[in-house]
């Protein structure tokens, strides 16, 4: 059954890389000691932190004292922008109506206990943050700002200028945080030179393991635990670290950053076969978000003309072994459709589907979802 099935849902989660996983291998089998141990096997699995900190540090061009390692990156979004309100005196949060629910869901939080005022900067037609006014609001707020921007969008792929942000943050003495989830491990990082004070990694995203993720907090920002009880991640988040995930994290940064010039060739080669593909063959076939322009290479989102078949396209894709996922402004039951595409394009006669690519992608898969789509449609 899985032999014949397309996956086309890598901005959700990738496969695990056979080198990484072997590099993995023995920290799930001999190497078991706890870190924090202080006999030579705790010691020999410290040093595998130790390590794959430098090779994350070395890799984005920060110093490994930046490099933090957590769950994921939701508890480093969730660490960073609690942060800046609570030990970095920001009362006053600037994010946009398309950040990822990591982010909405804690700037929501903070605004509704009262420990920060919440700003929503505007967007443009084609769904990039609208600079002028995120650069009106620091000017006009009385208070301290932190400023949330994601630098790639995981529905539609829009790509942040990170400097350009910074540089306004900088202006304005504004915190910065990226969550850069869907840009760690897909493009090139230069965090010596980027004016930003917290970003975020996940593992999952460019073929490492699930539950582990980076939060780089720039060396001049002092800030507080979010998770109290121990001293790991030198007392910076407490609990038993995820070794393997850890060391998993390192080689896939590592095998991403090699490889990245020939991967985000190859996979934006694909981005534009589907899109032209979707042209050809369908009719009224629409694309959200600035898709030629600055966007993901790995992601392609789609709405199609909805018709009573059309509604059921997701649910008709997983039936014949594709997996992508919804996006729609509205949809019925339980799923209360995407955010994203509601605040860029609140059109309810489209159905909005993501398809995102990996390096594990061919053009026969998309002939054969584009045929799919067709009898569907």
């Known amino acids: 059954m899985q032999a014949n099935r397309i996956y086309f849902d890598n901005a959700a989660t990738t496969a695990l890389d056979a080198d990484v996983l072997e590099a993995m291998l023995p920290y799930l089998t001999t190497h078991f000691g706890n870190p924090s141990s202080i006999y030579s096997y705790g010691r020999e699995s410290r040093m595998a932190i130790e390590n794959a900190r430098k090779l994350v540090a070395k890799t984005l061009n920060a ?8 769950s994921g990156g939701t508890e480093s979004s969730n660490t960073a922008i609690t942060a800046a309100v609570r030990d970095l005196g920001c009362k006053h949060i600037i994010s946009s109506p398309i950040e990822h629910h990591a982010t909405l869901h804690t700037v929501e939080h903070l605004y509704h206990t009262g420990e920060a005022a919440l700003t929503y900067v505007k967007l443009t037609a084609n769904g990039h943050i609208d600079v002028e006014d995120l650069e009106n ?21 829009n790509i942040l200028d990170i400097h350009q942000v910074g540089n306004i943050c900088k202006k304005y003495n504004a915190i910065f945080h990226s969550d850069t989830v869907q840009t760690v491990g ?39 635990p979010f998770i109290n009880g121990g001293s790991q991640e030198r007392n910076m988040r407490a609990g038993t670290e ?13 095998l991403a950053t090699t490889h990245y010039a020939k991967d ?6 694909i981005k534009l076969y589907m899109k032209k593909k979707l042209e050809e063959n369908i009719a009224g076939v629409n694309f959200n978000g600035d898709v030629l322009g600055n966007s993901l290479y790995t992601v392609l989102s789609v709405s199609f003309p909805k018709t009573e078949k059309s509604e059921m396209l997701l649910f008709n894709l997983d039936i014949n072994n594709i997996c992508a996922s919804g996006g729609s402004a509205c949809t019925s039951g339980a799923d209360a459709g995407s955010h994203v595409i509601r605040a860029i394009n609140n059109n309810p006669n489209q159905v909005t589907i993501r398809f995102s690519f990996s390096k594990h992608n061919t053009k026969e898969e998309v002939d054969t979802v584009v045929e799919k789509l067709k009898e569907v449609i």
């Open 63 to 70: 110093h490994p004292a930046e490099i933090f390692f957590t």
């Open 264 to 269: 985000s060739e190859y996979i934006k080669s």
């Open 186 to 224: 897909h493009f090139p990082f230069d965090l010596r030179n980027t004016p930003v004070h917290f970003i975020t990694g996940a593992g999952h995203k460019f073929h490492g393991p699930k539950g582990v993720g980076i939060l780089y907090i720039n060396e001049n920002v002092k800030i507080k």
């Open 137 to 157: 609001i620091l000017a006009n707020s009385a208070e301290k700002c932190v400023v949330t921007l994601m630098h790639a969008n995981n529905e539609i792929g």
């Open 242 to 254: 995820n070794l393997y995930g850890i060391v998993g994290f390192g080689k896939a940064l590592e």
